[in-house]
């Protein structure tokens, strides 16, 4: 374990990618058992934050640590050594970790921690620790990209073909993991065709951008919700199978049965933008025009 730890890490610089990953898994089992805590209504554990009446989320905390040690970092780039990065690393993956647990919250701009919509939190904090794991793997995403050549390569032109692909590359991913295709959005980062299928192919029907572009659409929110059934129904009855023949005798009949009622209950449209989203994004395309003015 040393010796790894010398050779594949320490020696290529990765020991702030190592620290970040424990910071991050760390501040995301703390605070995952702080808020089941406070669900439960723990008598001993300290209770939600709240100023002047107002629930302060832990998202907020989470941004405060991110530019506190990000600050810092940025600081001590040039004389710091690679422990003090690691430290500060760890600060800022259990930041990290703070704002990805209300990752929901903030793509639905609505509290939606306890509800199915929710889940995608969870699926963007396995996403980021299987991405850090990659790159201490020594794997690099937009490798098509060629990135390396672009410091190295004097040709201007190839420089902002580079630019430009790397751009495409990125707003693919935006959009695929907006409609809700996190794992294909992180495959798509190292693998490029990933990206361009999942942002192609129809949004899952309760991800946001069902949510924008389909209310209206019932057609294809329908569709969006028969593909959604048809791709969990067989991962759904392999679990409760499982689960079966875990407690006892497995029964198709009821793999099938129950698979039926998850389905019902987890696979739902979107709901429409609500008065407080819409305003949101209005703001927003109100300033971007007023930048682009």
């Given at each position: 374990?040393?010796?790894w730890?010398?050779e594949?890490?320490?020696?290529?610089?990765?020991?702030?990618?190592?620290?970040?990953?424990?910071?991050?898994?760390a501040?995301?089992?703390c605070?995952?058992?702080?808020?089941?805590?406070?669900?439960?209504?723990?008598?001993?554990?300290?209770?939600?934050?709240t100023?002047g009446?107002?629930?302060?989320?832990?998202?907020?905390?989470?941004?405060?640590?991110?530019?506190?040690?990000?600050?810092?970092?940025?600081?001590?780039?040039e004389?710091?050594?690679?422990?003090?990065?690691?430290?500060?690393?760890?600060?800022?993956?259990?930041?990290?970790?703070?704002v990805?647990?209300?990752?929901?919250?903030i793509?639905?701009?609505?509290?939606?921690?306890?509800?199915?919509?929710?889940r995608?939190s969870?699926?963007?904090?396995?996403?980021?620790?299987a991405?850090?794991?990659?790159?201490?793997?020594g794997?690099?995403?937009?490798?098509l990209?060629?990135?390396?050549?672009?410091?190295?390569?004097?040709n201007?032109?190839?420089?902002?073909?580079?630019v430009?692909?790397?751009v495409?590359?990125?707003?693919?991913a935006?959009?695929?993991?907006?409609k809700?295709?996190i794992?294909?959005g992180?495959?798509?980062?190292?693998?490029?065709?990933?990206?361009?299928?999942?942002?192609?192919?129809?949004?899952?029907?309760?991800?946001p951008?069902?949510?924008?572009?389909?209310?209206?659409?019932p057609?294809?929110?329908a569709?969006?919700?028969?593909?959604?059934?048809r791709?969990?129904?067989?991962?759904i009855?392999?679990?409760i199978?499982?689960?079966?023949?875990?407690?006892?005798?497995?029964?198709?009949?009821?793999?099938?049965?129950?698979?039926?009622a998850e389905?019902?209950?987890v696979v739902?449209?979107?709901?429409?933008p609500?008065?407080?989203?819409?305003?949101?994004?209005?703001?927003?395309?109100?300033?971007a025009?007023t930048?682009?003015?």
């Amino acid at each position: 374990m040393h010796r790894w730890l010398e050779e594949e890490i320490i020696a290529h610089g990765r020991l702030p990618l190592l620290f970040f990953l424990f910071g991050f898994i760390a501040g995301f089992l703390c605070i995952r058992l702080s808020v089941r805590l406070i669900r439960a209504n723990v008598r001993w554990w300290p209770k939600n934050v709240t100023a002047g009446g107002f629930h302060v989320h832990h998202v907020v905390f989470g941004m405060v640590m991110m530019l506190v040690s990000g600050v810092a970092i940025i600081t001590i780039y040039e004389d710091g050594t690679q422990t003090s990065g690691a430290w500060l690393a760890a600060f800022f993956g259990a930041g990290a970790a703070l704002v990805l647990d209300e990752f929901a919250l903030i793509l639905y701009l609505d509290d939606v921690y306890w509800k199915e919509e929710g889940r995608s939190s969870v699926d963007a904090v396995f996403v980021a620790v299987a991405v850090t794991a990659l790159l201490l793997l020594g794997m690099r995403p937009l490798e098509l990209m060629d990135i390396t050549s672009f410091r190295h390569d004097p040709n201007p032109w190839w420089r902002l073909m580079i630019v430009i692909l790397t751009v495409i590359n990125l707003a693919l991913a935006a959009i695929v993991i907006v409609k809700g295709k996190i794992w294909t959005g992180l495959l798509g980062l190292f693998v490029l065709p990933f990206l361009i299928i999942g942002a192609i192919r129809l949004s899952r029907p309760g991800a946001p951008w069902a949510r924008w572009r389909y209310s209206k659409k019932p057609r294809k929110m329908a569709r969006a919700m028969a593909r959604e059934r048809r791709i969990r129904r067989p991962l759904i009855r392999a679990k409760i199978f499982v689960q079966d023949l875990i407690a006892g005798k497995p029964s198709v009949t009821h793999a099938r049965e129950s698979a039926e009622a998850e389905l019902a209950r987890v696979v739902h449209p979107a709901p429409p933008p609500t008065a407080s989203a819409e305003r949101a994004r209005g703001s927003r395309a109100e300033v971007a025009q007023t930048g682009t003015a």
